[in-house]
């Protein structure tokens, strides 16, 4: 197990650049950190305010001058989605690959790019951080562009963090299948637990980058992959919730896209305490 000092945590500086879902966990889990956040509404700085952040508001594509210098020698973790509400393309990739130098080149301490695993997009097998990438959506094809850039520059202080399927505290897919007739049950399950994520990004944080050996790529996910009819007519059972209906083109084990993350798991020194989607409810 990764020893995570509450000497390093103390003395950390970050900037987290998108105060989303996994940013509030983040800023829960940090409270000795002192810690800037973006977000995009007053309603939500004055809510970061009051958990001891200081807030700055910011929207990608915005003027980043006041942020950068804010941000100083900060670490900096990179987690703006690009939407569903709107076509994605070069210009996200653009804001957000110039956002990334503007933090590099002001001196930041480090970079974490939070990127999916969608980027593998309709792949099936098992596939390892240094699988091909195939991705299928404007949100996939942005983060595989994204990610490419970042690596390129070969810089020690760049890390992308591809995240599977996001659950915990409310959040469940479960919730949201209920009762629905749906195909592909015989899909294998791809979900990562927050509380894992935050352990994992606390671990890269804490890491000094001049004698890390963490991969500059790593993708996190569940250790078991069941599979998807099985796994979501039993999570509905134990939530109380109508069961979803699925069609599936075989009875056998789990098919299709199944991320494997053991190795950087490993690499962290960390073992998920939710190794098993059967573990998040």
């Known amino acids: 197990m ?14 987290l650049c998108g105060c989303g879902w996994l940013g ?13 956040g973006t977000t995009r509404s007053q309603e939500k700085a004055d809510a970061l305010l009051e958990k001891g952040v200081t807030p700055v508001l910011f929207a990608l594509g915005d003027d980043a001058t006041s942020l950068i210098k804010q941000s ?21 990739t653009r804001a957000m690959t110039a956002l ?19 980027v593998f997009g309709n792949a099936e097998g098992e596939l390892t ?25 070969q810089d020690p202080r760049v890390h992308v963090v591809r995240l599977a399927g996001l659950v915990g505290g409310s959040r469940h897919p479960a919730k949201f299948l209920a009762g629905k007739t749906l195909d ?9 637990h927050v509380s894992d994520v935050v352990k994992a990004l606390t671990c890269i944080l804490k890491e000094d980058d001049s004698t890390s050996t963490f991969p500059p790529l790593m993708q996190l ?13 039993w999570a509905a059972e134990a939530l109380t919730l109508p069961a979803p209906q699925f069609s599936a083109e075989h009875n056998n084990a789990a098919d299709g896209k199944k991320i ?8 962290l020194g960390l073992t998920p305490e939710y190794a098993s989607p059967f573990d998040m409810l």
């Open 184 to 192: 592909k049950g015989e899909q294998a399950v791809n979900l990562v």
């Open 24 to 36: 509030q966990f983040l800023v829960d889990a940090l409270p000795e950190a002192t810690i800037t």
């Open 72 to 92: 100083a020698d900060n670490a900096v973790i990179l987690n703006i989605p690009p939407g569903r509400k709107k076509a994605v393309g070069d210009d996200f």
């Open 221 to 233: 996910c569940s250790l078991v992959h069941p599979r998807r009819d099985d796994y979501y007519r």
């Open 100 to 118: 990334a130098t503007d933090f590099l080149n002001a001196g930041a301490k480090k970079l974490i790019f939070i990127s999916t695993t969608s």
């Open 2 to 15: 990764s020893d995570i000092s509450a000497n390093s945590i103390h003395s950390l500086n970050l900037t």
């Open 260 to 267: 494997l993350s053991k190795d950087c798991w490993e690499a």
């Open 129 to 153: 951080v240094n699988a091909p990438v195939a991705p299928a959506t404007d949100s996939g094809k942005v983060h595989c562009d994204i990610e490419r850039f970042l690596l390129a520059g």
